[in-house]
């Protein structure tokens, strides 16, 4: 949660000062829901389908920092090889798909990827994640992945971050429920609801959903009740916020709780938390320093592709087909 709120940070300055082409969306009050999510699962052999506020999530899965400084900075080293805008990145044979700007569509990718899994491997336990916002859940995409991994009880763990907005539309002008996760139970899926500015809460709802998933119950709908500490991306001051959110419960700052949990318990210590801060401050500097340092993709040079372009070609009359 440090090392992605000091990145974003860090981010959000080179964003300011001109050195970022294109939007940069940050996870600020959003942290324990990703990284608990993040940490929940097994790298080795799940699927994390991250969206533009899971940084955190996506450094506890095991992204590098470079990834990120590089992808944000158009580097021709970074996993996109400074292509797909700065935000859509991602490694699909590590378990790690690049983010579909289209919302609610990662959750059709992932039922999709764990069909495929199960097609393989009928013994496969690899639980699949994505985590959402509260605009996506309206989405068709949302609701054919959802209904499907439903019908196939997939290990699927769906994770919506109501952050109380779908960019500036405030949740009553979205549905008509009273919490989202009461609609868990129309698609026959588990159905958990955390406040996702508790660190301990997140942590352990979590854990129990991937647990479900993974032993054979099928999809689980966590939603988390969140609020954005900045607009929707840098571009946005979020003045449709009324200050009443801002000033409540949901407004508080999930690493600031986070703090106080784990010092209270006797965890850590401030002075560790101190020395996390400076050894994350480091890395940072150093993932940026070498991300602005390293070339653009050269467009009279550039012969990558994406996977699912490059098939052999044959000829058909004039026009060159697909294989």
């Known amino acids: 949660m440090l090392r992605s709120r000091i990145l974003e940070n860090k981010l959000s300055s080179l964003y300011k000062a001109g050195k970022i082409v294109g939007g940069v969306y940050l996870g600020k009050g959003q942290e324990a829901v990703s990284a608990s999510l993040g940490t929940a699962l097994n790298p080795e052999t799940d699927v994390f389908s991250a969206l533009i506020r899971d940084q955190a999530g996506r450094i506890a899965f095991g992204e590098p920092l470079l990834d990120c400084t590089r992808s944000y900075l158009g580097s021709v080293e970074g996993p996109m090889r400074g292509r797909d805008g700065n935000i859509h990145r991602g490694r699909p044979k590590e378990g790690m798909p690049a983010m579909i ?29 994505t985590c959402v916002g509260d605009g996506a859940t309206s989405t068709g995409s949302f609701h054919e992945g959802l209904n499907v991994a439903a019908v196939e009880k997939l290990p699927l763990v769906v994770v919506v971050a109501n952050n109380q907005f779908a960019y500036s539309t405030p949740n009553y002008r979205q549905f008509a429920c009273g919490d989202l996760v009461e609609r868990a139970r129309g698609y026959g899926v588990g159905g958990f609801s955390v406040d996702g500015t508790d660190l301990i809460a997140c942590a352990t709802v979590m854990r129990e959903a991937v647990r479900r998933a993974r032993s054979g119950d099928g999809p689980q709908m966590v939603v988390a009740q969140v609020l954005r500490l900045s607009g929707h991306g840098e571009h946005d001051d979020g003045s449709y916020v009324p200050e009443d959110l801002r000033s409540g419960h949901y407004g ?50 550039e012969d990558w592709s994406a996977l699912s372009t490059r098939f052999p070609l044959c000829q058909s009359g004039n026009q060159p087909i697909a294989q």
């Open 101 to 129: 700007s289209h919302l609610g569509s990662q959750v059709s990718l992932v039922t999709g990827m764990l069909f495929a899994k199960r097609l393989k491997d009928p013994t496969s336990r690899a639980v699949g994640a």
């Open 252 to 301: 508080r700052d999930c690493i600031e709780v986070a703090i106080r949990q784990l010092t209270d318990r006797g965890i850590v210590t401030v002075d560790e938390i101190m020395a996390w801060q400076e050894q994350n401050a480091e890395e940072v500097q150093r993932a940026v320093a070498q991300a602005q340092q390293e070339q653009a993709p050269d467009p009279y040079q």
